[in-house]
């Protein structure tokens, strides 16, 4: 359960009891807890249990998985509240200004919180003051502590009892000739219902088309009666529910190779090709579970994804089915929270990002890891820095639950584990639902292209020619360029300068749609520039392009089609996601320009052709996994055309068509890639041969990041018997005004992981004993990858 504790002399903050013991502390004398929060506990064992494995896996304190796992609004923080001292004889004499308007505010009202202070004042330093203040003798603080979420409670009214006989209600209705507005409320409460129930006023309102002044007469004159009912903020499904499809015979034999492989205790890569069907298994799987009374975790990478696929499940299993995801508002979520708590029918399956492994399940029976590969199921910042697939497959360990994996991709780690180690059970799905071709992939060598001056903006002749057959058809066009912005540096054409970000080591982007200069790691911004910032040449010229320039160019190119854009700067509020999404399905788009998110699984059912603007990019990214990452991110963003009848058709925009990936993605060959990539990772000692843990050190001062990180690897080097790489500086080597320095740990197949971890921890608390290294901050960052 969770109680309130005192820190210091007036602070209050929550704490969760871990466990109940009878040894007092020796080193100081232990406090008396302010109160207790809960009646019931709000986190189960297994979750303690879940948090602890984290917590000493990915090498973080139990505490910061807490703060990752719970609700904000669980964790009560106190708030100072402000009030006049009555024994205060000088009234406002000795005052400053700052101090005569905190005075005068409290006249006015009986208390105010320390953050009011702050907006009165407009600033953030108010410590000082309010502390001159207690010193004057005007004013007293006090701690109260604030439950932050508040059920929603919805108002509703009933017919008061006396009017409830027909005879009572006619002579109501005939007195009210001077009031027919009423009147017309009193028809529409008996239209909405006849056994005198409370109905809700929204929908009373709206149908009795009167106003809340109106209303309010009726309940003045004792005519109505008023009541306020606690209502959830999660979304009903009123329709009617749809069968789970009968499966094709070649879906039915994976169902039953995967149960198989259930029986014998064992998690299930399932490997199918875009397009086979692999939803339709989960539902029929999901249908199996649900029914034995246990719940199901469904994970999807990310929120774009949700949309489709919720709309899709809440078809067939209705109000059975809860979706949580960090859009969610705190209240949202707090409430999804304790649905799956008390196990009620709505939390039968929860649908959700990465975020949802913490959720309090009582009884599951099955774990679902949708497109496994991805790699934003790991959480980079703060930590915990866990891998949620990883998580997951812990978490139904624990529970004795059955674990599907799914990907048309599989990550190199995942399908080792099916298909080499055998870990895993493996199951393969080859070919597209109904027997749809896959789409024929084209490779377009750009270098040629340009030498014969056949490309227009960024698109070659031979993209021009299949969007235009592909508009002519009335089908639908995705575009992929993984970079937003407008174009990524901006040039001076005399003296070469490129606006450069203060807090970073990057360039600024320029974002057309705002006319301005951004940051993309700190988000500085400044307006476009019109000359340069060094020598004052009016000539700059703009290199490389992004997701807002493609959009232009095919606007330019093709003024009839409808256009949009989809990246992180047009998908920022709640919904925004599902207006995209719905105008793509609603045919409202014929052409969609976009970033990584349209790989993440979606369905469209028009999509003919997809074009990918520059391979090279990716392939080119310095990192181990970049040309796995590649070949997935290709091959899912080819998945999405012809998904239908008619075949679809990629093209792939790189300047080396030879280049081993382009060649694999374009003959859909994932096992002569993951050979490849395999036997180089064997060689040069990477996963999943070589678990790696990278140490990153963070500080302002360059030197200090330097001299500590070399300190670092020294006694790393001597400590532990596995390979320390490093230091070095990662290619971005300075982010919001922070230098990085990296080590990497290689721990190898003998040795053991709990030991290593032992001494990078001892190691890291002995770097933290020297004075100068204090203020480094050190992130441990467990199968970063």
């Known amino acids: 359960m969770r109680v309130a504790v005192p820190f210091g002399k007036s602070k209050i903050y929550t704490g969760l009891v871990h466990h109940l013991h009878q040894e007092p502390p020796h080193a100081y004398e232990a406090k008396e807890i302010y109160e207790i929060l809960d009646e019931e506990p709000i986190v189960t064992e297994k979750q303690l249990k879940l948090w602890q494995w984290i917590s000493s896996y990915y090498m973080c304190t139990l505490g910061e998985v807490l703060r990752a796992a719970v609700p904000g609004i669980f964790l009560l923080e106190s708030e100072t509240i402000i009030t006049l001292n009555g024994e205060n004889r000088d009234g406002d004499k000795s005052l400053n200004d700052n101090e005569f308007l905190v005075y005068e505010a409290l006249v006015h009202q009986e208390s105010i919180k320390a953050q009011d202070?702050?907006?009165?004042?407009?600033?953030?330093?108010?410590?000082?003051?309010?502390?001159?203040?207690?010193?004057?003798?005007?004013?007293?603080?006090?701690?109260?502590?604030?439950?932050?979420?508040?059920?929603?409670?919805?108002?509703?009214?009933?017919?008061?009892?006396?009017f409830r006989n027909e005879k009572d209600l006619n002579e109501l209705l005939e007195g009210m000739d001077r009031a027919p507005k009423q009147r017309d409320l009193i028809l529409a409460y008996y239209s909405m219902t006849s056994d005198n129930?409370?109905?809700?006023?929204?929908?009373?309102?709206?149908?009795?088309?009167?106003?809340?002044?109106?209303?309010?007469?009726?309940?003045?004159?004792?005519?109505?009666?008023?009541?306020?009912?606690?209502?959830?903020?999660?979304?009903?499904?009123?329709?009617?529910?749809?069968?789970?499809?009968?499966?094709?015979?070649?879906?039915?034999?994976?169902?039953?190779?995967?149960?198989?492989?259930?029986?014998?205790?064992?998690?299930?890569?399932?490997?199918?090709?875009?397009?086979?069907?692999?939803?339709?298994?989960?539902?029929?799987?999901?249908?199996?579970?649900i029914e034995r009374e246990k719940q199901v975790l469904y994970l999807v990478p990310e929120i774009a994804l949700t949309?489709?696929?919720?709309?899709?499940?809440?078809?067939?299993?209705?109000?059975?089915?809860?979706?949580?995801?960090?859009?969610?508002?705190?209240?949202?979520?707090?409430?999804?929270?304790?649905?799956?708590?008390?196990?009620?029918?709505?939390?039968?399956?929860?649908?959700?990002?990465?975020?949802?492994?913490?959720?309090?399940?009582?009884?599951?029976?099955?774990?679902?890891?949708?497109?496994?590969?991805?790699?934003?199921?790991?959480?980079?910042?703060?930590?915990?820095?866990?891998?949620?697939?990883?998580?997951?497959?812990?978490?139904?360990?624990?529970?004795?639950?059955?674990?599907?994996?799914?990907?048309?991709?599989?990550?190199?780690?995942?399908?080792?584990?099916?298909?080499?180690?055998?870990?895993?059970?493996?199951?393969?799905?080859?070919?597209?639902?109904n027997d749809v071709l896959m789409p024929e992939i084209e490779l377009i060598d750009l270098k040629d292209k340009y030498r014969r001056k056949r490309m227009t903006g960024h698109f070659s002749d031979r993209l021009i020619q299949e969007m235009e057959e592909a508009l002519e058809g009335n089908f639908q066009i995705i575009l992929f360029q993984n970079r937003r912005g407008f174009s990524p540096i901006v040039e001076?054409?005399?003296?070469?300068?490129?606006?450069?970000?203060?807090?970073?080591?990057?360039?600024?982007?320029?974002?057309?749609?705002?006319?301005?200069l951004r940051c993309h790691y700190c988000g500085y911004n400044l307006p476009m520039i019109q000359q340069c910032?060094?020598?004052?040449?009016?000539?700059?010229?703009?290199?490389?392009?992004?997701?807002?320039?493609?959009?232009?160019?095919?606007?330019?190119?093709?003024?009839?089609?409808?256009?949009?854009?989809?990246?992180?700067?047009?998908?920022?509020?709640?919904?925004?996601?599902?207006?995209?999404?719905?105008?793509?399905?609603?045919?409202?788009?014929?052409?969609?320009?976009?970033?990584?998110?349209?790989?993440?699984?979606?369905?469209?059912?028009?999509?003919?052709?997809v074009g990918i603007m520059n391979a090279d990019a990716l392939l080119n990214f310095p990192d181990f996994r970049a040309h796995e990452r590649s070949f997935q991110l290709m091959q899912q963003v080819a998945g999405r055309s012809g998904r239908t009848d008619v075949r679809g058709k990629v093209i792939i925009q790189t300047y080396n068509p030879y280049h081993r990936i382009v060649q694999q993605v374009s003959a859909y060959d994932y096992q002569d890639m993951f050979d490849e990539q395999l036997e180089q990772r064997r060689t040069y000692r990477y996963p999943p041969f070589y678990r790696l843990i990278r140490i990153t050190l963070k500080h302002k001062d360059f030197n200090r990041v330097n001299e500590g990180s070399e300190w670092l690897a020294m006694a790393l080097k001597r400590r532990i018997p596995a390979e320390v790489l490093g230091p070095e500086f990662?290619?971005?080597?300075?982010?919001?005004?922070?230098?990085?320095?990296?080590?990497?740990?290689?721990?190898?197949?003998?040795?053991?992981?709990?030991k290593t971890k032992e001494a990078i921890l001892k190691v890291r608390n002995s770097f933290f004993s020297i004075k100068d290294y204090r203020p480094i901050r050190v992130i441990l960052n467990v199968d970063y990858y």
């Open 117 to 162: 202070v702050a907006h009165i004042l407009d600033r953030k330093s108010i410590l000082p003051l309010l502390k001159s203040m207690i010193d004057k003798g005007v004013i007293k603080v006090r701690e109260e502590l604030q439950e932050k979420y508040k059920p929603k409670l919805t108002r509703f009214v009933k017919i008061e009892e006396r």
């Open 197 to 289: 129930e409370l109905v809700a006023v929204p929908g009373l309102l709206a149908k009795g088309h009167g106003s809340s002044q109106q209303l309010k007469a009726l309940i003045k004159k004792g005519i109505f009666s008023e009541h306020y009912l606690e209502t959830g903020r999660l979304p009903s499904y009123d329709e009617e529910k749809q069968q789970v499809k009968t499966l094709t015979d070649l879906q039915q034999t994976a169902l039953t190779q995967t149960k198989k492989f259930f029986e014998d205790g064992k998690t299930v890569l399932l490997h199918g090709v875009t397009a086979s069907g692999k939803t339709e298994i989960y539902a029929s799987l999901i249908k199996e579970t």
């Open 307 to 433: 949309t489709q696929l919720v709309a899709r499940m809440e078809k067939l299993f209705g109000d059975e089915m809860l979706v949580f995801h960090s859009r969610y508002s705190l209240n949202e979520r707090v409430e999804v929270w304790n649905h799956v708590l008390k196990g009620s029918q709505r939390a039968k399956i929860v649908l959700g990002a990465r975020s949802a492994v913490f959720l309090p399940f009582n009884d599951l029976g099955l774990v679902i890891i949708d497109e496994e590969h991805e790699p934003s199921y790991k959480q980079f910042d703060p930590a915990p820095r866990y891998h949620a697939r990883d998580t997951a497959i812990v978490l139904a360990q624990m529970f004795s639950s059955s674990t599907i994996m799914g990907s048309a991709t599989p990550s190199l780690e995942s399908y080792y584990n099916a298909a080499i180690a055998q870990k895993y059970g493996l199951v393969e799905l080859k070919s597209r639902f």
């Open 492 to 516: 001076c054409n005399t003296c070469g300068n490129s606006p450069q970000c203060p807090n970073c080591d990057v360039s600024l982007t320029f974002h057309q749609f705002k006319n301005q």
């Open 533 to 609: 910032q060094a020598c004052g040449s009016p000539e700059l010229d703009s290199k490389g392009f992004g997701t807002e320039q493609i959009e232009e160019e095919a606007k330019v190119l093709f003024p009839e089609a409808k256009v949009a854009r989809m990246d992180l700067d047009t998908t920022r509020g709640k919904y925004s996601y599902n207006r995209l999404i719905n105008k793509l399905e609603n045919r409202e788009i014929d052409v969609l320009v976009g970033t990584q998110m349209l790989t993440k699984g979606l369905d469209f059912r028009h999509v003919k052709l």
């Open 730 to 754: 990662p290619p971005i080597a300075r982010i919001r005004r922070q230098y990085l320095k990296n080590v990497l740990v290689k721990i190898g197949p003998g040795q053991s992981i709990g």
